[in-house]
């Protein structure tokens, strides 16, 4: 298998992980909370997930991902939750949300032991950084869209996920 790769500002970064597959399980994973205690996606059990990952939120493009997956959440409703995914501490993300208004969508940090980054395919080891993309799984856990933005300034396709997403609820 070739090295798989996203780029930041035109230079090549290699990811580590497994590449996430269509109709495959989502990977188990533990990150942060707000508060500091563990997620795992088995909390949603029975839900639409939509997992954004962004390399920090202290960076113009992750916050218009974020702010434009908040607006989504808000309409999508109480069979699916979005989560936004990065190696920011916990603290940082909670400044972010709360300046930006940020309330439909639950942050989650990876910064501990980068265990979603490994199992989504979607860490940069070079960096210690998440790749940007989004991932639907569905009610049953299972992978239903998956995108990782070639570019790492780019924002990733909204209408896609969010299409991909809604066919599900």
Do not use: W
């Not at 497994?18 to 088995?42: C, H, N, V």
């Not at 997992?51 to 916050?63: A, E, F, W």
């Amino acid at each position: 298998m070739s090295e798989r790769k996203v780029t930041m500002q035109g230079n090549p970064l290699a990811l580590g992980g497994e590449p996430l597959q269509i109709g495959q399980p989502a990977p188990a994973f533990t990150a942060l909370k707000a508060d500091l205690t563990p997620y795992s996606p088995a909390e949603d059990k029975g839900k639409v997930l939509i997992i954004n990952s962004v390399p920090s939120l202290d960076t113009p493009v992750c916050q218009a991902q974020t702010r434009r997956f908040n607006e989504a959440a808000a309409s999508l409703g109480p069979n699916s939750k979005v989560l936004v995914v990065s190696m920011d501490l916990p603290f940082a993300q909670g400044r972010f949300c709360s300046t930006a208004g940020i309330e439909n969508l639950q942050t989650l940090s990876d910064h501990r032991d980068a265990a979603f980054g490994n199992a989504y395919g979607m860490i940069i080891p070079a960096l210690r950084l998440l790749a940007r993309g989004v991932t639907v799984v569905d009610q049953k856990g299972v992978v239903r869209y998956h995108e990782t933005v070639p570019e790492i300034g780019q924002e990733p396709n909204y209408e896609a996920a969010l299409a991909a997403a809604k066919t599900l609820l």
